[in-house]
């Protein structure tokens, strides 16, 4: 990991501790407690401030986990649908990887895809809407696609083949998804996908381990794909 990346974040973190003291300030006595008739206003800055700290950790997080990928053979806990960790080893392609990003971190897996070889992502959707208030807003939100129709997110080979952790398969072939249209992800599926309650985080940290290995499985695309990185 780049020295100086370690020390951009700590130089960013010292300047926002100390912003936050600046932010509370007006509110506290000299002893540091909270003055009386300023509870309000202190308990609002101190939300702002939790705000901005947990806006900050996932920025970091983010930093630190492209600077380091996990190690070959190292464990690995991610988070897949209904809750459920799985246990997976690092660039193991086992049952376990094939489960966790089939369900709930399949776009994790493309994103880490796309930014190994640049291919763009596309997302696979349902034939039909739920028509559910309880599983859907019922209003598109990009492309005629409201949020429950998305189902899967797989990178597009130069050849148009649609690539997850199972593989590479032509459109409309994905086990599972045998049939489905698919539509370019876009910043609006993407900001969907994010803000869903039903979506897990994309931990791209543990994804990025599993990259390489499904690429080397790729033998036909072997020497047919770009790496950008
Ligand atoms: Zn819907």
Redesign the pocket.
């Known amino acids: 990991m780049p020295i100086s990346s370690l020390h951009t974040l700590l130089r960013a973190y010292a300047d926002l501790d100390t912003q936050h003291r600046y932010r509370i300030a007006p509110f506290l006595d000299a002893d540091g407690q909270v003055q009386e008739d300023e509870e309000d206003a202190y308990e609002e800055a101190l939300d702002e401030i939790k705000d901005q700290a947990v806006e900050f950790l996932r920025a970091t997080m983010a930093t630190l986990a492209e600077l380091s990928e996990p190690p070959e053979g190292e464990p690995l806990t991610v988070h897949g649908t209904w809750r459920r960790r799985f246990s997976l080893t690092a660039g193991v392609i086992d049952d376990a990887a094939l489960t966790a990003f089939s369900e709930g971190q399949c776009h994790a897996l493309a994103l880490a895809v796309a930014e190994r070889t640049g291919w763009p992502l596309a997302a696979i959707v349902s034939d039909?809407?739920?028509?559910?208030l309880d599983?859907?807003?019922?209003e598109s939100v990009d492309q005629g696609v409201?949020?429950?129709?998305l189902e899967h997110v797989v990178a597009v080979a130069p050849d148009g083949s649609h690539v997850d952790i199972t593989g590479a398969h032509a459109p409309g072939t994905i086990p599972d998804y045998e049939g489905r249209d698919s539509v370019a992800m876009t910043d609006a599926l993407w900001d969907c996908i994010r803000r869903s309650p039903d979506w897990r985080p994309a931990d791209l940290h543990a994804a990025r381990a599993f990259v390489q290995p499904l690429l080397d499985s790729l033998g036909w695309l072997r020497g047919r794909y770009t790496l950008t990185a």
Not at 128 to 132: A, N, S
């Open positions: 039909e809407c739920c028509l559910d599983c859907c807003t019922l409201c949020p429950c129709r």
